[in-house]
């Protein structure tokens, strides 16, 4: 996904957010939403008020703090605490992703598949208003599907012998 993209899909999601929760929606809390999308490390809300003051823009403090708050409420964003210290992160797009899982051993993997999900996101299931989805298939890993075929195998190769034996014995 382009940055491009990537920032049109979090204003996207924040915007459902505000609109769901009859918050505002204000150009402050837009311009929060940007410095988070432009950034790809992890920050705390000094690095958001320092590029507030950077750019000469007017929003205050406790606004800053009160949008970080929400975007983390939108799942935009992930808190962490270390060393008593709050630090924000970008959750990853998870909603571009499906998920594969191996019935046999368990094994899950993420693979990217943006078709599919915006396919299910663009239904309509009458007044149901849809904000993301997530897809699981069921099935087996690649490794539980050659332990498989070497059993199969195996199998046959036994049954194999034990017919010799059998054609052996009525030689006799
Ligand atoms: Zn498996």
Do not use: W
Request: proline content about 1%; charged content about 35%.
């Amino acid at each position: 996904m382009s940055e491009e993209k990537n920032k049109e899909a979090l204003r996207i999601k924040f915007n459902q957010y505000l609109e769901e929760n009859k918050h505002r929606k204000t150009p402050e809390r837009y311009f929060v939403l940007d410095v988070v999308s432009e950034t790809s490390k992890r920050f705390d809300a000094e690095f958001v008020l320092n590029e507030v003051f950077n750019k000469k823009i007017r929003i205050s403090r406790a606004t800053v703090y009160n949008t970080l708050s929400i975007l983390v409420d939108a799942q935009i964003l992930r808190e962490h605490e270390i060393e008593g210290k709050k630090y924000f992160e970008k959750t990853p797009l998870s909603q571009i992703y499906v998920r594969l899982i191996c019935t046999k051993c368990g094994k899950t993997k993420d693979v990217k598949d943006a078709d599919t999900i915006s396919f299910v996101n663009s239904k309509k299931y009458g007044k149901f208003l849809t904000s993301y989805s997530t897809i699981a298939v069921y099935g087996l890993c690649s490794s539980c599907v050659n332990a498989k075929r070497k059993a199969t195998l195996r199998a046959k190769l036994i049954a194999k012998e034990e017919k010799l034996e059998d054609k052996k014995k009525n030689i006799k």
